[in-house]
């Protein structure tokens, strides 16, 4: 007996959803992405105005000075969506769990020279509450953002931060077998010690700016621009050629973590900046309002981490204009 199968297509009635559609046209189906994050960010019936700010709305684009005509133009070049987001740093996580299970099965942070040992304590774990000031700046900005394409971009990047500071963390007890009197230290260093005082008062400073596109700049640009070359490049290289390469793995998804989400800040930026020459000239003004404030805060240290330290710093600001002039920004 012979039988033939037979498929049948079976075409759907709608390629995607309604708010999609008018963005897009009927036909064309959008991406896991475009559906995560496109045209969702709530326009009407608010039941009312904020108390705390009775002049806006709930949602309100003029809570920043840049206009744009299409607040979702600013779209993610990583296409991160939930989905995609919790997937990509679950391997992260998972390879960084693999280096540090590593380095302690072995016993290699006993190789570590005292003085490198010395530096990471002083000069990194106290960046643990940089990263806290990074988080709540980011959440700022998730709040007071306008369109899910940024905002929703940036309560992932705010998540981000809390796991720098408690990679740093573990870090910090890895190295004091597990002495959480070096968190107590990096704390008190954090809020006494005299070259942390500029650094915090910068993160203290942005965490009562008002406009949250100028935090954008002033956090995600312009502070960590100088902060993770500082501490995650130039002082990790440093503390690799003096024996501490074992450090290097400690540091793997911060170091990584950076270089992808330069691209995510600086896409953000470039497409503000090509909206208008008015949106141009605001970033390019918050950027020279900040940039000698970082540049410094962090001076004394890098003098402490270098000796004299401003040609390491030097070099980085350079790193940092060029990285801003290459999004728009008039430096």
């Known amino acids: 007996m012979q039988i033939d199968i037979k498929a049948k297509e079976v075409k759907p009635v709608r390629q995607t959803y309604s708010h999609l559609a008018r963005r897009f046209g009927e036909d064309r189906p959008a991406t896991r992405y475009q559906e995560a994050v496109l045209d969702i960010q709530a326009v ?3 039941h009312y105005r904020p108390t705390w700010q009775p002049d806006k709305e709930l949602y309100d684009p003029t809570r920043t000075a840049i206009t744009m005509e299409d607040w979702y133009s600013f779209l993610d070049p990583r296409q991160y969506y939930y989905g995609t987001y919790t ?3 679950a391997k992260q996580q998972a390879s960084a769990d693999q280096n540090f299970k590593f380095v302690e099965k072995r016993g290699l942070l006993d190789t570590l020279p005292e003085g490198a040992r010395s530096q990471i304590l002083d000069l990194v774990v106290p960046l643990r509450h940089y990263e806290w000031g990074a988080n709540m700046n980011n959440y700022q900005i998730c709040a007071m953002g306008y369109g899910a394409a940024i905002t929703s971009a940036a309560a992932l990047h705010g998540g981000d931060r809390l796991g720098n500071a408690q990679y740093i963390t573990r870090i910090a007890l890895a190295l004091s077998g597990n002495d959480p009197e070096v968190v107590e230290k990096g704390l008190a260093d954090w809020t006494g010690a005299e070259m942390w005082q500029g650094l915090r008062k910068v993160v203290e400073d942005s ?6 596109f100028e935090l954008f700049v002033a956090q995600n640009l312009v502070m960590d621009g100088f902060v993770h070359p500082l501490f995650f490049g130039e002082l990790e290289q440093r503390l690799s050629d003096s024996g ?5 793995m400690l540091t793997e998804f911060i170091v990584d973590w950076f270089g992808e989400s330069s691209r995510w ?3 953000q930026i470039a497409t503000a900046i090509s909206e208008s020459e008015e949106n141009a000239a605001l970033v390019s003004g918050w950027f020279d309002k900040w940039y000698p404030e970082v540049e410094k805060a962090v001076a004394p240290l890098a003098r402490a981490a270098f000796g004299d330290g401003d040609e390491v ?9 060029s990285r801003a002039a290459g999004t728009g920004v008039t430096v």
């Open 44 to 46: 009407y019936n608010f």
């Open 87 to 89: 997937m990509a740093r």
């Open 207 to 212: 965490l009562v700016v008002e406009d949250w």
């Open 244 to 248: 501490a390469t074992t450090y290097a």
């Open 265 to 267: 800040v600086d896409s």
């Open 313 to 321: 710093l030097a070099a980085i600001g350079g790193a940092l204009k």
